[in-house]
């Protein structure tokens, strides 16, 4: 099995910035892409960045130059270092990734729980 586990959400002032962690563990061969997506309340799940093994990063028009997806592979660990939050950004941040279990295997997709990050004064 694989587990997805983040961390790092909480309340924070507009302006302020946040940094979520996702730590993947369990059989794991190697890692592909890794994700994070946001869900705000009566809104669709949106994917806001990902990165893939080689480090290329992409990023929705909402967070480019605000957000920042980064991952340590011999962690297993993806993160989202998040500035200049907005009320808007308030949403539960979730992670994903495509995990190989075994060369044997092809890679499939792994979510995490979930991390609530609420941006209010």
């Known amino acids: 099995q694989v587990q997805l586990v983040e961390s790092g959400g909480g309340l924070v002032q507009p302006g302020g910035s946040l940094r979520l962690s996702c730590a993947a563990s369990?059989?794991?061969?190697?890692?592909?892409?890794m994700r994070w997506y946001r869900q705000a309340p009566g809104k669709q799940r949106e994917l806001i960045a990902d990165i893939s093994r080689g480090g290329t990063t992409g990023y929705a028009d909402s967070v480019k130059a605000r957000f920042t997806i980064s991952r340590d592979e011999a962690k297993n660990t993806v993160y989202l270092q998040m500035n200049s939050l907005k009320p808007e950004d308030t949403a539960v941040y979730t992670c994903?990734?495509?995990?190989?279990?075994?060369?044997?295997?092809?890679?499939?997709?792994?979510w995490g729980q979930g991390t609530q990050v609420t941006v209010s004064s």
């Open positions: 994903n990734a495509d995990v190989r279990r075994s060369v044997l295997v092809a890679f499939d997709a792994y």
């Open positions: 369990g059989s794991i061969f190697s890692i592909d892409y």
